[in-house]
């Protein structure tokens, strides 16, 4: 639970650093909960979504960044923000399609913005939580690759070696098998 509330504020985090700097200084009279979802900006449906998913209202959340999406069908932070929802809202990971759409979303936020590196770590998160191990330590590779000094880097290096031990022992013990026979 912790490490999913990191993930939402690493993830507000960068959406508000993405952001214009005429968008982080709207006034007041451009509030976005005041807003009427059909006449704000992309960045405004976003900002709403990352609210919504805070406050884990998953379908009001997914409503804003399909909206955003479909102003902007290259926002690679909407699709982002989307996989989160994705993630958050199958937190046991007992329901296939939604695991299917999280993975679409962070594979078509990276496709977008190739150097995205919160949407190749989230990816990874996923493929690392779901037990695909081979697929995530690449994507953790690549992130640390795009920004070595992430606050995460620790646990990605960790998770790196530790796949990496686990491959070759793995490879040790079938070369020893193939001996004895």
């Not at 709403?48 to 406050?55: H, R």
């Not at 491959?167 to 026979?181: D, G, M, Q, R």
Request: charged fraction near 30%.
């Amino acid at each position: 639970m912790q490490k999913q509330i990191i993930t939402i504020m690493l993830a507000i985090a960068v959406f508000t650093s993405a952001c214009d700097s005429s968008t982080a200084t709207k006034s007041s009279a451009n509030n976005v909960e005041e807003t009427d979802p059909t006449k704000m900006t992309v960045e405004q449906l976003i900002d709403a979504g990352t609210k919504k998913l805070a406050q884990r209202d998953f379908d009001g959340a997914s409503d804003y960044f399909y909206k955003a999406l479909h102003i902007k069908p290259d926002a690679a932070i909407a699709y982002n923000m989307l996989g989160m929802t994705f993630r958050l809202k199958n937190r046991k990971r007992k329901n296939k399609d939604l695991y299917l759409k999280e993975v679409e979303a962070f594979q078509k936020a990276i496709e977008i913005e190739p150097e995205f590196w919160v949407a190749i770590i989230n990816l990874g998160e996923t493929y690392h939580q779901s037990g695909h191990k081979g697929k995530a330590i690449p994507l953790f590779i690549r992130a640390l690759e795009l920004n070595p000094e992430h606050r995460q880097k620790k646990l990605m290096r960790e998770r790196i070696n530790a796949y990496e031990k686990s491959v070759e022992e793995t490879a040790s013990s079938k070369n020893e098998n193939n001996l004895k026979k």
